[in-house]
């Protein structure tokens, strides 16, 4: 008992009670006016709020193929905390925050709904999701302060707006020009203070009731109000609604709107009075806030007449009374099946025409996609399971490639796009080709394979194998390709066929990524490749200057190595023609640092460095004997270089020892059938 004690005593020590007073604050409709005096912002409209909120997180700007893109933290930094970060779309983020701006500055998109629109699994219900919680935190700030009211009941209770409005909006509209010309004489902010709408049905009765009991005095009408500070939720349904569409049977426009409170008819004997009313759809609990539509292009039509006029005119309307005001930001989602059907209906041009449509594509740049998954598949989420170098990046690949138009451009295969695009450069291509390519490329990113069904691959591949103590990309592209016969978006053979060679073409690119890091390892001796590198360098210098070299052993002079000098530079592509202007180069790059005072390290010169690593790797592959590890007979002098390539390959590609085991073994079966590139 003394340690459940101990844990409530050092929770309470973080309990803030000023903290807790400040966000429960209540006070007079005249306390308010004086917050609204002080921080005249606390009326702005919900997609001011919005924007503002998003602002607060903070931006930078960064530059991609000579663009200028502003990438918004409130989807990185925020979005990661919550475990939610989006990669790979800022183009997308950036424009939805525009048009926020938009809205928010009255130019007209406030009167629309805004539409996310993309294939399956492609971050609409993210984004939607971070916006929510992200109202949820920022109600919660001093910046984000928003307040409602309530009215004093006889019994000492507080009967709260049923929509939490804007206190502002109980003013009678006759005194309201006064009113605001007497607040923007004194008020200490920038910000234009507006009483857009009118009170709710219910206020409405009550406002009413009390006037009449004051003799027309609206003044005494107020003493009755007690505003209080509103905490945004989408758990207590608070200014945060989310419609979800059910089958056409069971949908009921009531639940945007809400419904009549049958028990309350006999207490105030009529249907049509407020207090009978039940205000609790999710276009009346959403006002001030944000409310999310999920699949909305599946809405009954009944629920789409709500919409029209709820994004138009702002308003909506429950049974049996007029049209009442609200203020809250209308966000769905859909995707291309649903959205084309929108198109091809003639009935539904009215919301057609009040649609602000934002494409949300897959992720086509190959880093930002490996991020997706890191974020689910690493150390911390998968304890006891080595995930080998590649396995992530190999099936994100095979992703982006599903989602990439084919080029144009008859020089370019699929892959060299896509590497392009994950900012390689390639001879022949420049940052203009990579732009020009972005524009031919229309509707690109918005077909392929969902992150989802890589996921759920990895997940299998990690199940798959309980003996194994790491997954490799092997295990990873076999559930891949077994799980496309099956896949439930791939309705053609076409598809299939297609998406089984680009698996084929990731093959073939991780055989080359693993066979130049196997070389690397074994080329990785850092005596054995300064040696090289000098007996080189002398050779250049001695032929450059029409000198000859003096053989070390021997002690005599000679020509220049030519056979020695081809033999690295030949690991490059440098061609016969070339030869001359390239042993320059090396030269000119050499005497450049001795003038600064600098000595040649042929780890600065990228080029040299993989042609010297290339020409040792041939010259010791032979003497490993690795392709002795797939007959499985390996002497002890073998065995010793073996582990050390090995021990090599866990520290400097990040492999545990199955996994250099497994990718020493491959390569090695690659050598024995002499499949070795040049």
């Known amino acids: 008992?003394?340690?459940?004690?101990?844990?409530?005593?050092?929770?309470?020590?973080?309990?803030?009670?000023?903290?807790?007073?400040?966000?429960?604050?209540?006070?007079?409709?005249?306390d308010y006016l004086g917050l609204v005096i002080e921080k005249p912002e606390t009326t702005r409209t919900a997609y001011q709020r919005l924007y503002d909120m998003i602002l607060t997180h903070g931006?930078?700007?960064?530059?991609?193929?000579?663009?200028?893109?502003?990438?918004?933290k409130f989807f990185t930094e925020f979005a990661a905390k919550h475990g939610d970060a989006i990669f790979g779309i800022d183009r997308t983020l950036m424009q939805l925050v525009n048009t926020f701006k938009s809205a928010a500055l009255g130019y007209g998109t406030e009167k629309r709904v805004l539409l996310l629109h993309g294939p399956v699994g492609s971050a609409k219900s993210t984004i939607a999701r971070l916006l929510k919680r992200g109202l949820e935190e920022y109600s919660h700030t001093d910046a984000g302060a928003l307040y409602a009211y309530g009215w004093s009941m006889p019994d000492g209770s507080l009967q709260k707006c049923p929509m939490h409005e804007e206190p502002l909006n109980i003013?009678?509209?006759?005194?309201?020009?006064?009113?605001?010309?007497?607040?923007?004489?004194?008020?200490?902010?920038?910000?234009?203070?507006?009483?857009?709408?009118?009170?709710?049905?219910?206020?409405?009765?009550?406002?009413?009731?009390?006037?009449?009991?004051?003799?027309?005095?609206?003044?005494?009408v107020l003493l009755d109000l007690r505003v209080f500070r509103l905490l945004l939720s989408e758990q207590d349904r608070i200014g945060i609604g989310t419609f979800q569409?059910?089958?056409?049977?069971?949908?009921?426009?009531?639940?945007?709107?809400?419904?009549?409170?049958?028990?309350?008819?006999?207490?105030?004997?009529?249907?049509?009075?407020?207090?009978?009313?039940?205000?609790?759809?999710?276009?009346?609990?959403?006002n001030r806030g944000m409310v999310e539509f999920i699949e909305v292009l599946k809405l009954d039509v009944a629920f789409l007449y709500d919409l029209l006029g709820a994004s138009q005119e702002h308003k909506i309307k429950p049974k049996k009374f007029a049209q009442t005001d609200i203020d809250e930001v209308i966000i769905g989602h859909?995707?291309?099946?649903?959205?084309?059907?929108?198109?091809?209906?003639?009935?539904?041009?009215?919301?057609?025409?009040?649609?602000?449509?934002?494409?949300?594509?897959?992720?086509?740049?190959?880093?930002?996609?490996?991020?997706?998954?890191?974020?689910?598949f690493n150390v911390q989420r998968v304890p006891g399971k080595h995930i080998a170098p590649h396995t992530i990046e190999v099936a994100a690949m095979w992703a982006v490639l599903t989602r990439l138009n084919p080029p144009k451009h008859h020089n370019l295969t699929l892959l060299q796009k896509l590497k392009l695009y994950n900012g390689k450069t390639l001879p022949g291509f420049t940052e203009d080709n990579v732009i020009?390519?972005?524009?031919?490329?229309?509707?690109?990113?918005?077909?392929?394979?969902?992150?989802?069904?890589?996921?759920?691959?990895?997940?299998?591949?990690?199940?798959?194998h309980p003996d194994e103590d790491n997954i490799n990309p092997f295990m990873v592209i076999k559930e891949l390709e077994d799980g496309l016969r099956h896949h439930a978006l791939i309705t053609d053979e076409e598809t299939l066929k297609q998406f089984k060679e680009l698996l084929s073409v990731v093959k073939e690119e991780y055989e080359d990524i693993v066979k130049n890091e196997v070389q690397r390892a074994i080329a990785a001796d850092e005596d054995a490749l300064a040696r090289l590198c000098s007996n080189y360098i002398d050779n250049v210098k001695a032929y450059t200057q029409r000198e000859r070299v003096r053989n070390r052993y021997t002690g005599n002079y000679e020509d220049p190595d030519e056979r020695l000098m081809r033999s690295v530079e030949e690991k490059i592509d440098i061609p016969?023609?070339?030869?001359?202007?390239?042993?320059?180069?090396?030269?000119?790059?050499?005497?450049?640092?001795?003038?600064?005072?600098?000595?040649?390290?042929?780890?600065?010169?990228?080029?040299?460095?993989?042609?010297?690593?290339?020409?040792l790797f041939e010259d010791q592959k032979d003497t490993i004997k690795l392709t002795s590890l797939v007959s499985n007979v390996v002497d002890k002098a073998t065995q010793e270089k073996i582990d050390i390539v090995k021990q090599r390959l866990i520290r400097n590609y990040g492999y545990n020892d199955s996994s250099a085991t497994d990718i020493l073994t491959f390569v090695a079966s690659i050598f024995a059938r002499g499949q070795t590139k040049k």
């Open 1 to 30: 008992m003394a340690q459940a004690s101990d844990i409530l005593s050092s929770l309470r020590s973080e309990v803030d009670i000023h903290d807790y007073r400040k966000l429960h604050w209540e006070g007079s409709f005249e």
């Open 59 to 72: 931006t930078e700007d960064t530059y991609e193929n000579k663009e200028k893109i502003t990438v918004f």
């Open 171 to 220: 003013i009678p509209k006759e005194h309201r020009a006064k009113l605001l010309s007497q607040l923007a004489a004194v008020k200490k902010g920038s910000h234009e203070i507006v009483i857009r709408g009118e009170s709710c049905p219910f206020c409405r009765q009550m406002f009413a009731e009390r006037l009449q009991k004051s003799d027309g005095d609206w003044q005494k």
């Open 245 to 286: 569409p059910k089958d056409e049977k069971n949908q009921d426009s009531t639940e945007l709107t809400g419904d009549i409170n049958y028990r309350k008819i006999a207490e105030y004997g009529s249907d049509s009075d407020p207090r009978a009313f039940n205000f609790d759809g999710e276009l009346n609990i959403a």
């Open 334 to 376: 859909t995707n291309e099946p649903e959205y084309k059907r929108l198109q091809n209906n003639e009935f539904m041009e009215a919301l057609r025409d009040r649609t602000v449509k934002i494409d949300v594509p897959y992720v086509t740049r190959l880093k930002d996609e490996v991020k997706i998954y890191e974020k689910d």
């Open 436 to 464: 020009e390519l972005k524009k031919e490329a229309i509707g690109e990113g918005m077909r392929g394979i969902s992150p989802r069904y890589i996921q759920d691959k990895i997940s299998n591949a990690l199940v798959a």
């Open 576 to 615: 016969e023609g070339r030869k001359d202007d390239f042993r320059r180069e090396i030269m000119n790059y050499i005497g450049a640092l001795a003038i600064d005072g600098k000595k040649f390290d042929y780890k600065t010169n990228e080029r040299l460095q993989k042609a010297l690593e290339l020409k």
